[in-house]
């Protein structure tokens, strides 16, 4: 039996991408975040691992606005799968309140198919109290992936979020339902 340490999915607001990265060692970047704001790609990841999803926090469209789109919903499901998970993974919005976060629940449903969206939901709320998804992305990721509408109903069972202007910076397990050992999952 050989043991590796589990992949990691980190989130955070836009001003933390660049300590993040430094911190988590993450060599993926995922911006969810309007293309005014959008930042370059950072030295230490390589164009092809920056992944620019063009959206506003918005839940309906808007005159001027990007919303969410089955678009960014392929997108960022096509980057996440191709993910190799040696390094981190670092997802970021403005605040790091809702577009981020809803990317990491599709990200993490993506890559668990056979895990329960609420378990997902559940590790996404432990992780964060200020996790806020936006509901129109994962509203389409629900549509786009399959899951018959469990992804939007586990946004649920996170319960309330705590109010704030960023989230701090957190980090999820990017495997779930995996038997474990002192926190590392066992590699087949």
Request: charged share 20%; with cysteine.
């Amino acid at each position: 039996m050989r043991l590796r340490k589990s992949p990691t999915v980190h989130v955070c607001a836009l001003r933390h991408v660049s300590n993040m990265l430094e911190q988590t060692g993450a060599r993926h970047l995922v911006s969810a975040i309007n293309s005014d704001l959008l930042p370059a790609t950072p030295s230490m990841v390589p164009p092809d691992r920056h992944l620019r999803l063009d959206m506003h926090d918005v839940a309906e469209p808007q005159p001027g606005s990007s919303p969410p789109a089955r678009t960014h919903v392929r997108q960022l499901v096509d980057f996440v799968q191709s993910w190799d998970r040696g390094d981190p993974l670092l997802i970021h919005c403005y605040a790091g309140l809702s577009r981020s976060t809803a990317a990491a629940f599709i990200a993490l449903c993506a890559l668990n198919p056979r895990v329960p969206e609420e378990v997902i939901a559940r590790a996404l709320r432990r992780s964060s109290d200020t996790a806020v998804p936006n509901r129109l992305f994962v509203a389409l990721a629900d549509a786009e992936l399959g899951r018959g509408g469990r992804m939007k109903a586990a946004l649920a069972c996170m319960g309330p979020n705590r109010i704030a202007l960023e989230c701090v910076p957190f980090r999820v397990d990017a495997l779930h339902g995996l038997p474990s050992l002192d926190g590392a999952h066992q590699a087949a």
